[in-house]
């Protein structure tokens, strides 16, 4: 059984929680509002300076299929910048959006946003890059799973760019701990898909996917995954959280939707990987809940993990899934997860 079933999420924190949300509405499509909830994150201290912070946080989705954004914003603190980051900082460095056609993508995505010419990445397909109004840098891939099945779909989160310090430990941590087990390729060199700025710089860079089993309740909307690791070779690298907040500005963590937590605590633990957060049973988010952890890589990013319990289908009829008494370890039938996308919010 895999011990993750996708990218449930990627966790952006924003000044102003509606504009983000409106961006990536208009610029990915994003736009079915699984919550909306307002509350202290008292579990969470250990990355707020010891002291319980409050925050607005809304998760929206892709219903063409891939992972959320969950749009994170301070309510009782200002957020702190974080320095602009480059290619190999130690952190999130961009998270990737799937799309059947990186070039045919490009014209529809660029009219949004400002976004670097198609490049081939190493292994020979075209991707591209822009940013959101706070700088944060996002990825166009292409990807083969989809939940709708259009010649030309653009959707969620399939995965993210990480800057490591050492490949050898980060590519144990996210093979060996989370079963990211397929190598894409390891390469080491100067690319052109980084941009102009960095062709004369070196890198190492590891693409590890997973192949999406779809035998958990969202996997066939979630997909499939793409972790590309990162290592700059001429230069020390930052932590792009270095003396900040979790919640800070910027991709603060990356969340995979996991079936048992049980299972996946206990082969982080074998792994000598341990739970820093744990909920241990529901956590109430309001519209929904679930129990949910947090693990560092080797680096210090934070990877949360989610088990979900309790989610909305659809909210004006008041039908929420209770996963609970259903299970884990079986997909919910497609007509069930369409109905999440009456849930959209339209401008």
């Known amino acids: 059984m895999a011990l993750i079933s996708g990218i449930q999420q990627v966790g952006i924190g924003c000044e102003n929680s ?65 320095p602009a980051v480059q290619w190999g900082d130690l952190g999130i460095n961009a998270v990737k959006i799937k799309t059947t056609n990186a070039v045919q993508a490009f014209p529809i995505i660029n009219a949004n946003a400002l976004c670097t010419e198609p490049q081939n990445d190493p292994k020979g397909e075209a991707v591209f890059f822009l940013n959101d109004e706070a700088g944060n840098n996002y990825q166009l891939v292409k990807d083969n799973s989809w939940f709708k099945s259009d010649s030309q779909m653009i959707g969620g989160f399939c995965g993210a760019l990480i800057g490591v310090s050492n490949m050898e430990k980060s590519v144990a941590f ?32 590891v693409l590890l996917s997973f192949k999406n089993p779809q035998t958990a309740p969202f996997s ?11 290592q700059a070779l001429d230069r020390s690298p930052i932590k792009t959280f270095e003396n900040r907040f979790w919640g800070d500005l910027g991709f603060i963590h990356l969340c995979f939707d996991v079936p048992n937590m049980l299972d996946l605590k206990n082969n982080l633990e074998m792994h000598n990987y341990a739970f820093t957060v744990d909920s241990g049973d529901t956590f109430d988010m309001g519209e929904s809940g679930g129990r949910f952890a947090y693990v560092e890589d080797p680096d210090g990013t934070l990877i949360e993990m989610v088990e979900t319990h309790k989610v909305p289908i659809l909210k004006k009829f008041g ?18 997860v369409s109905l999440m996308g009456l849930n959209k919010i339209k401008d």
Do not use: C
Request: hydrophobic letters at 35%.
């Open 18 to 82: 509606p504009q983000t949300f409106k961006w990536l509405r208009k610029t990915f499509g994003i736009n079915v509002q699984i919550f909306d909830d307002e509350a202290p994150a008292p579990l969470m201290t250990p990355y707020t300076g010891g002291v319980v912070q409050s925050r607005r946080a809304i998760l929206a989705m892709n219903m063409n299929g891939g992972g959320g954004a969950e749009i994170w914003q301070f309510t009782s603190r200002k957020s702190a910048p974080g």
């Open 220 to 230: 066939k909307l979630l997909g499939d995954i793409q972790i590309e690791l990162i």
């Open 174 to 205: 996210y093979q060996n701990g989370l079963g990211l087990s397929e190598l894409v390729y390891d390469v080491t060199g100067k690319f052109n898909d980084l941009g102009e700025a960095y062709k004369n710089q070196s890198f190492r860079r």
């Open 319 to 336: 039908w929420y899934l209770n996963l609970k008494k259903r299970g884990q370890h079986k997909p919910l039938p497609n007509w069930m």
